[in-house]
C-alpha cells in the first residue's frame, strides 16, 4: 500500500532516473511489461512525468506476439517487475528494474512540465490491438484524448469528489 504522497515521491525519482540515465524525452517511447500491481502506477505515472509515452506489455503474452509489438513500436527501453524480466528474454534493448531500491538518490520533486517541452497534444501511451485481422496494431493516444475521455467519464457516470471517496 502507497499513500499519494509516496506514489508521487517513487513516480518523480522514477522520472528523474528516465531523463538523467536515458533520455526520455516527450514522444519516447517506452515499454512497460508489468502484471497489475502498484509497480505498474509508479511505472506509468514515472513515465508520464519524464515526458514519455508508455506502451503497455503483458508479461503473458506469447513470446511471439511481444516480440512483434517491441519490434514494431522500436522500443530500446523496457521497464519491467516480476514475470516480465523472463517474458523479455529476447529484448536485446534496455531493461530496468522497477525495484523502488534503485532510484533511492534521484528528487522526489516534480520535474517543470515547461521545461520538458510537454503539450497536450505529445503522446500519453501506445496500445496495441488484439490483432484479431491479423497483426495487431498501435494505437497512439495523445493526452488531449486520454484528458477528454477521462472528462467525459466523469461527467457521464456523474462522478464527484464525494462520489470517489
Known amino acids: 500500500m502507497l499513500t499519494y504522497k509516496q506514489l508521487n515521491e517513487q513516480s518523480n525519482k ?3 532516473y528516465l531523463r538523467e540515465h536515458h533520455a526520455i ?3 519516447s517511447l517506452v515499454g512497460l511489461c ?3 500491481s502498484l509497480e505498474m502506477v509508479v511505472g506509468i505515472l514515472g513515465i508520464l512525468k519524464a515526458g514519455g509515452a508508455y506502451v503497455p506489455l503483458d508479461p503473458h503474452y506469447p513470446q511471439e506476439r511481444l516480440s512483434y509489438m ?3 513500436a522500436q522500443l530500446s527501453l ?3 517487475q516480476g514475470a516480465g524480466a523472463a517474458a523479455l528474454s529476447e529484448f536485446t534493448g534496455a531493461l530496468v528494474s ?4 534503485q532510484y533511492g538518490h534521484y528528487s522526489t520533486d516534480n520535474l517543470d512540465k515547461g521545461a520538458l517541452g510537454l503539450s497536450s497534444s ?3 501511451y501506445v496500445i496495441y490491438t488484439s ?3 491479423g497483426k495487431p496494431k498501435g494505437v497512439m493516444i495523445e493526452h488531449q484524448g486520454l484528458v477528454n475521455t477521462v472528462v467525459d467519464n466523469a461527467e457521464t457516470f456523474e462522478l464527484t469528489e464525494r462520489a470517489i471517496k
Not at 98 to 101: I, N
Open 98 to 101: 522497477l525495484e523502488a531500491a
Open 70 to 72: 517491441l519490434a514494431d
Open 131 to 133: 490483432g484479431s485481422t
Open 25 to 27: 524525452r516527450p514522444d
Open 14 to 16: 522514477e522520472a528523474h
Open 34 to 36: 508489468v502484471e497489475r
Open 78 to 80: 523496457v521497464l519491467h
Open 122 to 124: 505529445n503522446l500519453a
